[in-house]
């Protein structure tokens, strides 16, 4: 390499950049750098004493160059500062073991995620495409469920009862969409008490992290489905039990109404669905 190139890297490595030019050869931000010399992790080579202005020379690149490749792997600054404290590579090496132990398990959290998303998704079509005002019979496995056992009506809001089972249970509140029912007692229905709910469940699913012994019995069921919700659902109860009757099928258990599509999807009341599942004999 000739002389003029080295003359070149000698002014350059002499050279005193700004926290903007800084930030534009990093690809970073100018808060960033300033947040970094007030937490002592980067500090400038030089600070006019009159302006106050930072300044950086290329002996610092390496230094950010690392603490960006540290920070994309989402360590905090503490750590980071720490690890330029000791200069050891057994420091390192346990910071980024410690570090891949919490990416594990944001990936497992994520990938529950995934699941919970997959089932709305499942569950949206599915109501979206599903024959209305159908009674149909159903085979369903045992589903995993967290119940509320107290008396709820029609016309009263759920709202603080899920609110009361979520924190019961710890239950994570970004979960309960689609998948809060309302129960009907076996004894209720063959009473004709139609706007009389029995308890509040939360159905699981995989991708919950709740543990449960409760169950909703696995079996054949009568289901319908309707547009409307809670308050329009008792003559759908109505339609179920005559058939019963009318195909003399037996009642075996408590009846599950779940909206499948409310508020909590659309503005459009036309668009609402709920399902009503009652349990038959065999």
């Known amino acids: 390499m000739n002389k003029n190139y080295y003359e070149k890297e000698m002014n350059f490595m002499d050279q005193l950049f700004t926290i903007g030019q800084l930030a534009k050869l990093f690809n970073t931000k100018v808060p960033t750098l300033r947040y970094y010399d007030e937490v002592g992790l980067l500090k400038p080579a030089r600070v006019d004493p009159q302006t106050h202005y930072r300044y950086y020379t290329t002996e610092q690149f390496e230094r950010l160059n690392v603490i960006t490749y540290l920070r994309t ?26 570090q891949k132990s919490q990416v594990k398990k944001q990936i497992t959290i994520l990938e529950n995620i995934e ?27 045992a589903i995993p469920i967290i119940s509320l056992r107290e008396n709820y009506r029609s016309n009263e809001d759920i709202e603080f ?6 924190q019961r249970y710890d239950v994570n509140k970004n979960i309960f969409l689609g998948k809060v029912a309302l129960t009907i007692s076996q004894k209720r229905l063959q009473n004709y008490k ?14 919950d992290n709740n543990q449960t012994n409760e169950y909703l019995q696995a079996g054949r069921y009568l ?9 329009t659902a008792p003559v759908q109860y109505q339609k179920l039990i005559d058939y019963c009757s009318d195909h003399h099928y037996q009642v075996v258990g408590d009846a599950v109404e779940t909206t499948l599509i409310d508020y909590g999807i659309t503005d459009d009341l036309s668009k609402y669905v709920t399902e009503i599942r009652i349990p038959i004999a065999d």
């Not at 980071?80 to 000791?86: G, M, P, Q, T």
């Not at 289901?223 to 308050?231: M, S, Y």
């Open 161 to 166: 009862p899920i609110s009361i089972l979520r």
């Open 223 to 231: 289901r319908i489905r309707f547009h409307g919700t809670h308050d």
């Open 73 to 98: 792997l989402d360590l905090p600054l503490d750590a980071i500062r720490d690890f330029f404290e000791a200069r050891d590579t057994s420091k390192l090496e346990a910071m980024l073991r410690e």
């Open 115 to 141: 699941q919970i998303i997959d089932a709305r998704l499942t569950q949206v079509e599915d109501a979206m495409h599903s024959s209305l005002e159908k009674i149909e019979i159903i085979k369903l496995p």
């Open 194 to 207: 139609f706007d009389e709910y029995t308890s509040l469940l939360l159905i699981l699913e995989p991708g």
